[in-house]
């Protein structure tokens, strides 16, 4: 490759440049240029120094002819981690346009984990396509983890497990690792079992190579160990990761014996997408939102949120309703409501997510809600107090009433401190009953603020005013 071919793909990335990591503009162009003349060779040359990770985005920033047109140029040379990279949104559609052979090849190299990923969102005959591919106890694997619940543990783990007998010293280990052929390409520990083929501790890899012949397996075995079963919810153990540091962690059937085993990169993916989700679902865009889809399926993923938006503007507007008279006789009160309305949104929103990060994380509990809600509540009264200064001002220098200063100042602090009572309460009272609070709380939030902040405004409109 040439120099100046090569510095097109990739450039070294400086502390100062937000977009390092981001796909260099030049070298996407350079790509397309020789999907459009057809140039095999400069493609493949092209796509060389990029990673598996880089060319999957690639892929999902382009459209979909060039994407097409994109994959059959580059023929055998697509591997199968770009697959894994891929978005779910467009991977049926990339698996689609493979050639059965060049498909074949690619999930030959992965391991089983990623697999079962590839497969479980495939219609059947495709399904039964590349099972049929792998060799027989890959397929037997890849099966087997099949037939567990999905965003189970046993979805999540692979199979390839690098384990040794606990009465086994270092020597035997090392031994045992030099003259296995068929080694996972990538593992952090080896787990130790008992003759029942249960878990009993994990040996890092380190601490292995660092230890003398002699040493027993069993005394060096790590201070962090945990054990998952099979049917275990995947963001739980995405959470055990991330919780206790965890590297890998051995996965056992309902008889507790060791069938598969867990990788951090595995599991923090898992808390990628599940952190993806909560943003998208609180946003009410869906949360298999992504930026491939199309305009139909965009559509349909936003219309129920909308639908549901009306109806809390509906809400909203019947309170309005019922002080027409009241509106119509001070004109002032239909120019500040929207005011009142908003910053109540805006609060309840800010409290709203703090509350649905913190249930995710498990941060917030049974023992702690009552203070972060207290906390919550007193945040709002501040924030109300300090907006109600400045509002009565507003009301004051604007309109030249004071009264009217009053009550919006007032109504400012009966919606703020509202807003943080119902931003933190609503998600929990939500996540008691089963149902997902970063699904459903936007909605409740919005119409309670809406409905008190529209309620006090004009309700104390009316009492201090006519």
């Given amino acids: 490759m040439s120099e100046d071919t090569e510095s097109q793909v990739s450039e070294e990335p400086r502390e100062d440049e937000d977009d390092a990591y981001a796909l260099n503009p030049k070298a996407v162009a350079a790509i397309l240029y020789a999907v459009d003349i057809s140039d095999r060779d400069q493609l493949v040359e092209l796509m060389e120094p990029l990673h598996a990770a880089d060319i999957a985005d690639l892929l999902e920033q382009i459209n979909a002819f060039d994407r097409m047109r994109l994959i059959k140029l580059y023929g055998q040379e697509f591997d ?27 999930v030959r190299e992965l391991d089983s984990d990623d697999v079962v990923d590839l497969l479980e969102d495939l219609e059947e005959d495709r399904q039964t396509a590349i099972l049929e591919v792998l060799e027989d106890s890959d397929r037997v694997a890849v099966q087997q983890s099949l037939t ?5 543990a046993g979805r999540l783990m692979q199979r390839e497990v690098v384990m040794a007998p606990e009465h086994w010293n270092v020597g035997e280990a090392i031994d045992y690792l030099r003259n296995t052929e068929d080694l996972p390409e990538q593992f952090y520990h ?26 027993m397996l069993k005394s060096i075995v790590s201070d962090t160990f945990h054990v998952i079963p099979v049917t275990r919810y995947e963001g739980e153990v995405a959470y055990a990761f991330n919780q206790y540091h965890l590297i890998s962690a051995p996965v056992v059937d309902e008889n507790e014996r060791l069938v ?21 679902r609180l946003a009410g865009v869906g949360e298999e939102s992504s930026l491939s889809d199309s305009v139909l399926e965009t559509t349909k993923q936003r219309f129920p949120w909308l639908a549901v938006n009306l109806v809390t503007a509906v809400l909203a507007s019947l ?22 309305a908003s910053m109540g949104g805006n609060a309840g929103t800010q409290s709203l997510t703090v509350a649905v990060r913190a249930l995710a994380t498990k941060d917030l509990t049974g023992s702690n809600v009552w203070r972060v809600i207290r906390r919550e509540v007193m945040v709002g009264l501040i924030n109300g107090l300090a907006f109600a200064v400045v509002m009565g001002l507003v009301g004051l220098v604007w309109f030249g009433s004071p009264a009217l200063g009053y009550v919006i100042a ?11 009572l119902a931003g933190t309460v609503i998600p929990v009272l939500l996540e008691k009953v089963g149902v997902d609070p970063a699904l459903a709380s936007g909605a409740f939030v919005t119409t309670v603020t809406d409905v008190v902040g529209f309620f006090a405004f004009l309700g104390l409109a009316v009492l201090v005013l006519l």
């Avoid at 990169?265 to 898992?270: E, L, Q």
């Avoid at 309170?319 to 500040?336: K, N, P």
């Fill in 190 to 215: 080896i787990v130790l079992v008992d003759p029942r083929l249960r878990p009993v501790g994990n040996v890092p890899l380190g601490t292995l190579m660092s230890s003398r012949r002699e040493v």
């Fill in 260 to 280: 598969g085993v867990i990788t951090i990169d595995d599991a923090m993916a898992v808390l990628d997408e599940e952190h993806e989700e909560d943003i998208l």
């Fill in 319 to 340: 309170v309005i309703a019922q002080f027409e008279e009241a509106i119509a006789t001070v004109v002032a009160l239909a120019v500040l409501m929207p005011i009142v």
């Fill in 410 to 420: 007032a109504a400012m602090v009966i919606n703020l401190v509202i807003a943080g």
């Fill in 148 to 152: 567990y619940p999905e965003y189970s």
């Fill in 80 to 106: 199968g981690e770009i697959l894994t990279e891929l978005d779910e949104s467009i991977r049926e559609e990339v698996i689609n346009l493979l050639n059965p052979e060049v498909l074949a090849d690619a």
